[in-house]
């Protein structure tokens, strides 16, 4: 069955950086695009970023554009957010989200979820 | 960039009724447009998407319509496992942005 597993979250100073990890099992990674959207404490989801399945195109909300990155490991099923310059209101869970589609589509379908990793933007 | 507005912001409802929650896009995005129920400490659930296609193991009380710019997820004999927050999110095109949120809560 689909798996997707998060890692790397944690409490980190403003200002710094973090890089979020998704391990990915149960489908064929290299076919579909992959995405992350965060959940800040009592607000709603907020999609910040996917990548098509070869990882040779990503799109971002303008609000992360230039401070967030993703990535993939298609050999590694791996898909990464690196975060830079992070800020309070960054605080939030992280989910790694699969797509049904791969990305050149251009559409969106978001049928498997990891669990999430939090993130706590603090001094 | 579309932007997603949600009505009402929560509604009470009781085990039985029929709920209506209503998504509105800033610009036509056709019916390209998605719904997902999410839980205190779940994961985020896919209902509906392309508006009105029932994804697969979600129950038939849910149900979607509209195009364009106005879209309705309705919940039809509302059970005890339906009060959650209900998203809708834009689903051609990055960014691919999420409605503010209904919170179903019992009455």
């Known amino acids: 069955q689909v798996q997707l597993v998060e890692s790397g979250g944690g409490v980190v100073q403003p200002g710094k950086s973090l890089r979020l990890s998704c391990a990915a099992s149960?489908?064929?990674?290299?076919?579909?695009?992959m995405h992350w959207v965060r959940q800040a404490p009592g607000k709603g989801l907020e999609w910040l970023a996917g990548?098509?399945?070869?990882?040779?195109?990503?799109n971002y909300v303008d609000s992360v554009k230039g401070r967030f990155t993703i990535s993939r490991d298609n050999s590694n099923n791996t898909v990464y957010l690196q975060m830079k310059s992070l800020r309070a209101d960054d605080t939030a869970v992280y989910y790694c989200v699969k797509d049904r589609y791969s990305g050149y589509e251009r559409r969106a379908k978001f049928d498997y979820w990891g669990p999430g990793t939090l993130v706590t933007v603090s001094s | 960039d579309i932007q997603m507005t949600q009505s009402p912001f929560s509604l009470s409802a009781s085990v039985g009724d029929r709920v209506t929650i209503t998504c509105r896009a800033s610009q036509g995005i056709s019916n390209s447009l998605a719904w997902y129920q999410v839980k205190p400490g779940k994961v985020p659930k896919l209902l509906i998407y392309t508006a009105s296609t029932l994804q697969s193991g979600v129950p038939s009380r849910f149900s979607g319509s509209g195009s364009e710019t106005e879209f309705t997820l309705t919940i039809s004999n509302l059970q005890p496992e339906d009060f959650a927050t209900y998203y809708c999110q834009k689903s051609y095109g990055a960014p691919f942005t999420f409605g503010g949120g209904t919170k179903v809560e019992i009455k």
């Open positions: 990548i098509w399945h070869r990882g040779d195109n990503a």
């Open positions: 149960g489908f064929t990674f290299t076919h579909y695009g």
